[in-house]
């Protein structure tokens, strides 16, 4: 493998020096950017451009041909895992995922298996392969999958909920039944990470969007409980390098100092939490990703700016941050908005990392 | 008017000796009922049921006449203000709250005024009155509004989001805009929550819906700022009584302490803060109102009592909590499930109220 030519994300992440604050962007290979809507006109549906290899290299890298970008996110879905466990993924146009066969009884948990990661998820792994090729060591590439609980909810629900109805029922009323279906599913997860390291993934990253929406009891049993099962299980060195893992739980502010503890490298944040703080709490334990409101991309440049300046300014001197958005960039973003945020990171954090910082530190 | 039977509710928020743990539930007057569906096609349209106060007399009691209730809240809409401002309010079945004229300009804003609480929003204060009136002193009334920064988004989305992109590009790119638009809502909601005690309510509830979609800074300057000067609008005493105002920030559980320093009597928690926690930190300031998950009600009722016992345990002994859910009611849920709560709730916490508590305090 080419040697990276640019470490500067994973060094962040495993709190090393850097010469500035890297950044990338949650859902930086999207409907925001020209050629993105271009490749996908041409790919059929949305999971027959997750499912070519060819495709998904592409669109994965479309972003870093714009911007000078840390690292590149694998472009995949969250629902390969489940929809590999013969659950029939399916997208309506503006509705979201569906699954045809959801699951809600214990025979149909019993029914399920971990799926093969040649068989069933090898296009997943030839596109992590391919996407490694084609970066030719310019920035790491980051491998990703749902949290075991983020995934249960769509798998219960069959497709995206408001209120997690079916999941959350199942969880009250059945405990023992949805802990055995999230421990079939973090043991998938586990596989699914490690193929994906295997395959060439240089940093991995746990997403757990609906974690929020549980009781703090009902998250560290049902969600953290399983995200600290899959570190457990993970392959964290390759070619010679650490593979850090970022822990997100989306609405998990007032939780970080037990999501630290899970043994992950970084916590990803959305912007209800003040980033100073929050280093105050675990910045001792772990790196810090996040955590900007996407919808300052609306804002103009200058905001932008101005927004990226509070920001470094609230996490102040020294490693351990990656910038990012909160959340996904929304898809109705000006490429030129993403363009003045990296921008802006890369040039007004350059002080907060030089030897001779003005403000200590 | 008549004295008051049961005062639990008020005492508790006034954290005050009670013999048993209050109980109501956001939304209790809703569609779970069927007496309330039915009601509600004799009204017409929603706002037809919020506009005749006859028919929002009569839903408001229903699930008082139903469960053992501790409190009454006037059954409305939070956009009843925008609507009286002029913006024309409609709901389309199963799409939420519209606006004809939504707000996007400064010339928008400044053809605003501050609605006239009789000839605009007279309906709303002939309801109080009416079901004060009804009530016969058995429950005190709540009266409401929703947050100034809420019904901004609202007003300026033209509706509702799930991204707040319109609303928040004017807070970012237009500040002193966002500003001149939300001393307006304010000083309209003064009026009404005042209006509204003037005409019988005996305890005020602002909700705010949508300030956890903001950075915690955001949330300071352009939610939290204006619902203190609210609270220091307010009329605080009534019929010799303290007027207690409850204070709701749906997902600001990082954000107790500054909620608490408003001047409020209590705080709303959803269910992601630890309700023990949350006494740790505010409790010796303000009385707390919350924070079962409203999806516990699809449970049994077994495990409803069991939830209720934990939530109870986590406050532990002595006053100053009102059992609510975290959130609305949900439509689907059996009215059985709300009886087993309410049950339980004033089953359960007897001890934690007893001179002679077991446990100390």
Redesign the interface.
Known sequence: MTPLKNDTFLRALLRQPVDYTPIWMMRQAGRYLPEYRATRSRAGCFMDLCQNPELACEVTLQPLDRFPLDAAILFSDILTVPDAMGLGLYFTEGEGPHFERPVRTRDDIRRLGVPDMVADLGYVMKAVALIRRELGGRVPLIGFSGSPWTLATYMVEGGGSK???RS??MM??QPALMHELLALVAAAVTQYLNAQVASGAQALMIFDTWG???????YREFSLAYMARILAGLTREAEGLRVPVILFTK?G??WLEAMAETGCDALGLD????LG?ARRRVGGQVALQGNM????L???PE?IQA?VA?ILASYGPGTGHVFNLGHGI?P?VAPEHAEALVTAVQELSRPYHATTYPGGG
Chains 1, 2 share one sequence.
């Open positions: 209120t997690f109805a959350k029922a009250f009323d929020g929406s549980l009781t703090p009891r009902d609405g502010g007032q912007w209800t939490t003040d703080d409101d996407p919808c300052l609306y804002a103009s905001r927004e509070t929304p109705d």
